[in-house]
């Protein structure tokens, strides 16, 4: 039986780009925010972003959300944020100084639970230098809550790793938002171009001083004026953007498209009835995969177990949630317990462009299959027990 695998990365190919790497070579500038770089950020701005504010590109987005905390942060101790997230996330803070401090997320669209984020706010004080939610699996998070927090004095840094190409209302994620947005270009994102990523904010000069840290804090001189590193994108990474920029739209139509045959087929199967929970995504996404919740431990792995006896791969995203890792487990945290339930529950579909109507077929199948009860945990009715 022919695998299904959970990723299978997809990059504009060589032709789609060969012409900006002939412009490139003429040039002769290779990195160091050159003309392609300078062309790619512009037309961001213009198509993305309706020429609001600024943006700046890097090499990766963990170095992304470095240069974004290192900038805006105030004077505190802690970083306040999901543990369900990618470990980039807490790392990043450490790496600008900062302890973690996770915060439980909400059982609908598995972002920072509003009401508990200002408890949390509350208890720690001016000990809070910045908040970086995490825009989880790409959905459209509310940003108005972050908004007023920035206007109170508290900075905000928005992972929205997954989220170049999600939107609500045809306004692209992050759009007009003061503080910063960290976008991921890594080959497994919806917009893959190898290793990259974007920052943006409507704070023009926030995004200037991250430019220059990204280049050694140099100003025009050789000399370091802050705390900077290297972190540009380079004409090459730039050239593979600008193409993936043509190619995206469909990209993103594509992953829609998908998406919506998941769902469609999954109400069919029962399994929606019989507990298992998509995650409520806010406006439209540009799906990476399909997050999945089963209802208990032992459905969880009923469906693991059949999906590989039908040779198909899933995973499991973010398991173990950051506060079990080690790097992370002495970090202050608040109440988690919807964070260990997604921990226990959480299962992810495979999303990827080129994944045929009979792959989903076989994975949604694997689903309705685990869905099914066992004999054991059924009524004399025959329907499922509470």
Known sequence: MEKVPFLRPKLVELADYAPLLAEMDRVRQYTNFGPLNTRFERRILDEWMGGEGAATTVC?????????????KRPGRYAVMPSFTFAATPLAAQWCGLEPYFVDVDPQEWVLDPRKLRQALDHLGKDAAVVVPYATCGTHMDLRPYEDLMRSGVPVVVDAAPCFGTSLDGRQFGRGFSGAVVFS??????FPVGEGGLVYSADQNLIRRMKLASNYWFDGGRESLGLGLNAKLSEIGAAVALATLDAFPASVDRRKQIYRTYTRLLDASGALDAGWALQCVRGEAAYQWLPLIAPDVPSRDRLLRIAAERNIELRR??????HEHPQFQDA?????SMTDRLGDTAISLPLWEDLT??????????????ARAPASQQSASGTVSA
């Open 60 to 72: 990766n987005a963990t170095l992304g959300l470095m240069l974004a905390i290192s900038e805006i």
């Open 185 to 190: 270009f890594h080959a497994t994102k919806a």
């Open 317 to 322: 995203y973010f398991v173990p949630p950051c």
């Open 332 to 336: 202050s945290r608040g109440d988690l």
């Open 357 to 370: 109507d009979e792959m989903i077929f076989r994975v949604v199948g694997a689903v309705a299959e685990a």
